[in-house]
């Protein structure tokens, strides 16, 4: 059975994090958009320096960029047994671009998770936010004194975009521009709600017989078998 998930949520409610772990668990890609973005921004790429100029200032980058980014990474061999989305889609367009790839590919339904958080929380958690300059990974917020990557030992740095305006600016446009995704989403049987203010390890756990179920139910499989 084929687990085609999108992570959803604000700024700062885990979804890298939850996402990672999730596709080590069942061996699918975690494609995360910001990840792609970051290479093209190490090699120098004009359209992702011109990206990161606009996630700076807390914007979204643009619908038919982030569509294409996804179009080709879906079509690699890796995500034919299912992927995990962190970043992607972040509006109501782009899920509209998304429905039209999975008809083509045919692998089983989109589970669509919401993980939510209260907004003083994510104020928190980002402004105290660091990452690793050298690979980007998010450092594990439970060791406030770890000084390098756990992933590549390179250093922690707090992010550009997470000081105290741009945290705002950022939760607006989120709430603006990506929160609708869940009035696009909602009334499918797949979709579902978990509380990302809960504990990592227990967050992990619901997400996991969360999306198992969702499969299940997408799948059309009888009650017996759920």
């Known amino acids: 059975m084929a687990l085609n998930v999108i992570m959803l949520g604000p700024p700062g409610a885990g979804k890298g994090t939850q996402a990672e772990r999730f596709a080590q668990t069942h061996g699918v890609p975690k494609i995360s958009t910001g990840e792609i973005l970051r290479e ?9 320096l011109k990206a990161k100029e606009k996630m700076d200032r807390g914007e979204l980058v643009d619908d038919e960029t982030m569509i294409g980014i996804v ?4 079509s690699r061999p890796d995500a034919a047994l299912g992927f995990v989305l962190d970043g992607f889609p972040r509006t109501v367009s782009q899920g509209r671009a998304l429905d ?9 339904p989109l589970i669509v998770v919401d993980i939510t958080v209260p907004q003083e929380e994510l104020v928190r958690r980002l402004s105290t936010r660091r990452i690793c ?44 521009n990506t929160k609708p995704l869940v009035d696009y989403y909602c009334s499918r049987p797949t979709f579902r709600t ?13 997400l996991e017989a969360t999306i198992i179920d969702a499969a299940r139910v997408g799948a059309g499989l009888p009650l017996a078998q759920r």
């Open 133 to 176: 300059s050298t690979c980007g990974a998010n450092a594990d917020p439970t060791d406030s004194a770890a000084a390098t990557c756990g992933q590549c030992g390179g250093p922690l740095v707090t992010r550009t975009d997470d000081n105290d305006r741009v945290v705002l600016e950022r939760l607006r446009v989120y709430a603006e």
């Open 100 to 108: 039209a790839i999975m008809e083509d590919r045919a692998s089983g």
């Open 40 to 48: 093209g921004i190490q090699q120098g790429l004009a359209l992702a």
């Open 194 to 206: 978990v509380n990302g203010a809960q504990p990592p390890d227990r967050v992990a756990e619901e």
């Open 71 to 74: 179009r080709e990474r879906l």
